[in-house]
């Protein structure tokens, strides 16, 4: 049988044992002529003269171990085993295979070039040295030959401070050290039967520095290439939601098969960009176009949807504004599109305006640049000047359905377009949504033409078109609103508050928290509701804004022109679901900072359940 060698690097001992003489051979041969000598640094490592002495002061050392210690190591001949049948695992595919290799060769490479950062995988043999450090730079030879210096010399308790002061206790725990060091490469191959030693654990010199969450550190900023104002934003947002988006999630890396380990999603993320790797082959094995109908890999299915909403819920924006046909835009929208009472921004932006600005496009062009390169705009329409924008997250485009649109015009002559409505429809995964925005008929006791304005846009707004109704059991030939699971409405209703204007702004100034409560009470929409005369099967929510009509333009002050005209809450949203409690609002309010028209935005944020549907 061959000779099975050990070697221990912490140690030094070099032993060759054979299964004919079981004798440690002798290292003359190879060792003839060359003495070691004593450096004279004062390092404290002592060095054997003659290295034939290297058996013979090891086997003095198996004299003087403990009883238990001698039986735990008794030799035993190694008997050939028929070799254990193979597990059944998964096949790996070819591009598995090729990255599992090259791991091997890229870690084995880094283990060749740099010897001194390289350690045992287990960990076991890395044990915390007795001796004082060696100072000088000492030959691989040297290394693996000068063990046990402490026991074969005699100077050795001169040598080590530890050792004088210890004693012979101190003696007997250092050599026991040793000597399982010494056999760590034997014990690794099995040379030897009985239980398992165990060996001390490794302990670092000095405390490690502390972890931070917010990754504060400048070294790690810059290497893992982490934006300082964006590097807590995972885990703020879990604490904060439960949840996050998953565009950057390593888990879906690992579990899609795309990467096999930790430094693989680091390196993969960090190569060209932050966004997610794609595999070409993954984007070619799938029609984002039109999706697939079996239920593993469609499109708007369920999977895709728990991906990107784990709880089902959407955010969604919408707004309106009368902006009272005037060129000039206002310098900033932030206040206005990204309010800062939520902390993130929306899904969707839904955006409806009333008697709009001349040049629609400069318009669009400035809620694009408001909302950034995170949106895009899916559908804009306009219906004289009626406009509507809606945008949605980039990402999410692809789970959008062809977008549709309709007009209806309220006026007796239908050329005349100041007044009327726009809607747009489209479906969302597997939830339909409807979007009107109308402008009725003015006037403080035209409370009528109002009611009949809404009752022509539900019968004569034509939606869907080519989009499948989600639920047609449901839906009514003669409401539009009936055809759609998700329906807002908002625009420049035009109900006023049946007070005069001195009962008003007296209620105002009295307290404005509780006045606004007490002018609902006056509010005609509200009591038309109630009697369901209009918009029926529709909520809103509270209230708790002041009248957002009518303003003297830039100033803070209601109209104080000779018709002093009420102040009333003319601009509103309205929402309706064919399934209860599917949208909840979360904000209800106006945004005084816009004084470029004499009525002020009023917006609404919305979190809607989001069912999942099928690729058709």
């Known amino acids: 049988m061959s000779a099975l060698n050990g070697f221990s690097q912490h140690s030094g001992a070099c032993v060759t044992q054979s299964t004919g003489g079981g004798a440690v051979q002798d290292l003359q041969a190879k060792k003839a002529g060359k003495a070691a000598k004593k450096e004279a640094s004062g390092n404290g490592v002592l060095t054997f003269e003659d290295p034939r002495r290297v058996d013979t002061s090891l086997n003095e050392t198996i004299k003087l171990l403990p009883d238990e210690l001698k039986a735990n190591m008794k030799i035993k001949s190694v008997t050939p085993r028929p070799p254990r049948k193979p597990r059944l695992e998964r096949a790996a595919s070819l591009d598995e295979k090729n990255w599992r290799r090259w791991r091997r060769f890229r870690t084995s490479q880094e283990s060749l070039t740099d010897p001194n950062e390289t350690s045992s995988s287990n960990g076991s043999l890395q044990e915390a040295s007795l001796s004082p450090p060696v100072r000088g730079r000492a030959t691989p030879c040297s290394q693996c030959c000068e063990p046990n210096s402490l026991h074969s010399s005699p100077d050795a308790s001169e040598a080590s401070p530890m050792g004088k002061s210890r004693g012979s206790t101190s003696d007997l725990g250092k050599r026991a050290s040793e000597i399982s060091s010494a056999f760590g490469g034997l014990l690794r191959g099995k040379a030897f039967a009985g239980s398992k030693p165990r060996l001390s654990q490794i302990m670092p010199a000095r405390p490690l520095p502390p972890m931070e969450l917010n990754v504060a ?243 004569a707004l034509t939606l869907p078109k080519n989009v499948p109704d989600t639920n047609p059991y449901r839906s009514s030939s003669s409401d539009v609103t009936t055809r759609f699971d998700e329906v807002f409405w908002f625009g420049d209703f035009n109900f006023r508050l049946n007070k005069d204007r001195e009962t008003v702004d007296s209620i105002l100034n009295q307290n404005p928290e509780t006045g606004v409560s007490k002018l609902l009470a006056y509010d005609q929409l509200t009591s038309e509701m109630s009697r369901g005369s209009i918009f029926k099967g529709f909520q809103e929510a509270d209230i708790r804004f002041r009248p957002s009509y009518k303003f003297d333009i830039g100033k803070d002050s209601y109209d104080t022109t000779s018709k002093q005209r009420t102040p009333s809450y003319t601009d509103r949203v309205v929402f309706r679901s064919r399934y209860r409690d599917d949208i909840h609002a979360v904000k209800y309010s106006s945004c005084p900072v816009i004084k470029t028209s004499d009525h002020r935005p009023v917006f609404a944020l919305f979190r809607v359940k989001v069912r999942p549907g099928r690729d058709k």
Not at 241 to 246: A, E
Not at 305 to 311: A, E, N, Q, V, W
Not at 420 to 427: M, Q, R, V, W
Not at 445 to 455: A, G, P, Q, T
């Open 217 to 459: 550190s400048h070294t790690l900023r810059t290497a893992n290439r982490i934006d300082s104002d964006f590097m807590d934003y995972r885990h703020y947002s879990q604490h904060k939601f439960g949840r996050v988006s998953s565009s950057l999630s390593d888990t879906r890396l690992h579990g899609n098969g795309m990467v096999y380990d930790n430094c693989s999603t680091d390196s993969m993320k960090s190569t060209f960009s932050l966004l997610t790797p794609i595999r070409s082959k993954d984007v070619r094995s799938r029609s984002y176009l039109e999706g697939s109908l079996l239920a593993n890999g469609a499109l708007l299915g369920a999977e895709e949807l728990s991906r990107y909403f784990p709880d089902r819920n959407i955010g969604i924006f919408v707004a309106t504004w009368n902006m009272q046909g005037q060129k000039e835009l206002p310098v900033n929208l932030d206040d206005f599109l990204l309010p800062t009472d939520p902390d993130y921004a929306q899904d969707m932006y839904v955006i409806g305006v009333q008697e709009g600005c001349p040049d629609r496009r400069e318009w669009e062009i400035r809620l694009q640049e408001t909302l950034g390169p995170h949106y895009v705009m899916l559908y804009s329409a306009a219906h004289g000047v009626l406009y509507m924008s809606v945008f949605i997250r980039r990402d999410l485009i692809w789970f959008c359905s062809e977008v549709e649109y309709a007009t209806v015009t309220t006026r007796i002559v239908s050329q005349i377009k100041t007044k009327g409505a726009l809607g747009i429809c489209f479906t969302f995964f597997g939830t339909s949504f409807l979007f009107i925005t109308s402008h009725f008929t003015s006037g403080d006791s035209k409370v009528n033409e109002r009611k009949l304005d809404y009752n022509k846009t539900i019968q």
